[in-house]
């Protein structure tokens, strides 16, 4: 009876020292969304501005911008909202990049669309596959989805 009553304190200790471990992680971590823009004549704007205001209200989020189609055009040099010439997109990719937001390009749609990688804001990281990588940071890494 004895090893039974010290196998289940034991059992008893590790259940409480995780249980905290797990409180203090939930505590101290954000979430994590994943952005997915493959439009951006009408979802890049919009979706800047959704970012801006997430942060806004909750500031420890971690942020992917993942971007494919013709969702990568925002990123490149020079580009502007099509709608209003004088919303240029860099300064806001740089402000939320600053921000910890990171932004990533679809290499596929790089070659599919003979892009360089050259045109694109320095602001931009590159991924062998957006939807690739919307689902692994969906499945592997439980991020919320959000599409602008």
Known sequence: MKPFRQIRSIL????????????????HAGDNVVYHIDDAAAQATKGLRNIRNHLDVLPDTQITVVTHANGVDFLMEGAHDAKNSNIEYAPLVSALKARGVKF?????????????????????DFTPSGVARIGELQFRQRYAYIKP
Do not use: M, W, Y
Not at 12 to 18: H, K, N, Y
């Open 12 to 27: 008893l200790g590790l259940s409480l020292i995780l249980s905290c471990a797990l409180a203090s992680v939930s505590a």
């Open 104 to 124: 990533e390009v679809c290499e596929i749609t790089l070659r599919n669309r003979n892009l360089k990688k050259e045109q694109f804001t320095f602001d931009a």
